[in-house]
C-alpha cells in the first residue's frame, strides 16, 4: 500500500538553529508533493509544493523543500527557524494514478525562544 | 472574506446518535473533501466530491454519509454505526482534485 512517512513525530530546537524535517513515501512513479503547516490555533494551511520541474521548492516564510526521486524524499528545511515555526508539519502526497492524498503522521515542532 | 467555515467547533453526543457536521466553501472551488485526523495519525480521508451531485468513499467511509447537493456545501452525517466516532474533522476544497487543498477549522467530535 502507498504509504508516507515522517521520521520524527516531536523536534525541539532553539531559535536560530537549523532545520531539517523527512519525508519519505512509497510510490514508484510520479508524484505530486505538499507540505502543509498547522499552526497551534490555525487552519492547515500550505507551506509548498512540487508538481514538477526545479526539485528545490522554495515557500512561505523562508522554508524550502528537495525533491529527490532516487530517495523518495521531500524533506523540508529551513536554515534559521524562529519561535513563530512552532507548529505541527504535514508532508502529503499524491501518486499520479489517483485524487486522493496520502498524508504523513505529521512532526510537532518546537522552538525553544 | 473567501474561506471554508465549519460549524460546530465542538460537538458532543450521546452514543447512538446521528449527527451532521457542516462544511461551506465561497471559494467556487468544485471539489471538496471530509478528513478525519486522530492523535499521531495522517489526515485519513472519509468522502469527497468533484462536482455537485456526485461523491465517492474514502479510505474510512463506513459508519459516515454525505452529500452535496450545492456546489458551496458538502455536510457530514455521522452516524450510528461509525464504532469510533470522537474525532477531530477536517473539511477541505480545491478547484479541482489535483490542486492545492484549503482547510477549514475543523470540528472535534466527542462521543459521550
Known amino acids: 500500500a502507498q504509504s508516507v512517512s515522517q521520521h520524527n513525530h516531536h523536534v525541539i530546537l532553539s531559535e536560530a538553529a537549523s532545520l531539517e524535517l523527512g519525508c519519505n513515501y512509497s510510490?514508484?512513479?510520479?508524484?505530486?508533493l505538499f507540505w502543509y503547516v498547522q499552526y497551534p490555533g490555525q487552519h492547515l494551511q500550505l507551506l509548498l509544493k512540487?508538481?514538477?520541474?526545479d526539485p528545490l521548492v522554495k515557500g512561505i516564510k523562508g522554508f524550502e523543500a528537495e525533491f529527490i526521486k532516487s530517495k523518495f524524499s521531500f524533506n523540508l528545511r529551513k536554515p534559521s527557524v524562529q519561535w513563530s515555526d512552532t507548529a505541527e508539519y504535514f508532508c502529503?502526497?499524491?501518486?499520479?494514478?489517483?485524487?486522493?492524498?496520502?498524508w504523513g503522521a505529521g512532526t510537532k515542532l518546537i522552538i525553544k525562544p | 472574506d473567501g474561506g471554508i467555515t465549519q460549524s460546530p467547533k465542538y460537538l458532543f453526543r450521546k452514543e447512538g446518535q446521528n449527527v451532521t457536521l457542516s462544511c461551506e466553501q465561497n471559494?467556487?472551488?468544485?471539489?471538496m473533501y471530509w478528513y478525519r485526523q486522530d492523535p499521531g495519525q495522517g489526515l485519513r480521508l472519509i468522502y469527497y466530491?468533484?462536482?455537485?451531485?456526485?461523491?465517492q468513499k474514502g479510505d474510512i467511509a463506513e459508519g459516515y454519509s454525505v452529500s452535496r447537493e450545492k456546489k458551496e456545501s458538502f455536510p457530514l452525517t455521522v452516524t450510528s454505526a461509525q464504532k469510533n466516532p470522537t474525532a477531530f474533522y477536517l473539511c477541505?476544497?480545491?478547484?479541482?482534485?489535483?490542486?492545492?487543498?484549503?482547510f477549514g477549522p475543523g470540528t472535534r467530535l466527542t462521543v459521550l
Open positions: 477541505a476544497s480545491s478547484i479541482r482534485t489535483k490542486d492545492e487543498q484549503f
Open positions: 471559494l467556487n472551488h468544485d471539489a
Open positions: 466530491s468533484q462536482i455537485v451531485n456526485d461523491f
Open positions: 510510490y514508484g512513479g510520479t508524484v505530486n
Open positions: 512540487y508538481f514538477s520541474g
Open positions: 502529503a502526497v499524491r501518486p499520479d494514478s489517483n485524487y486522493q492524498l496520502i
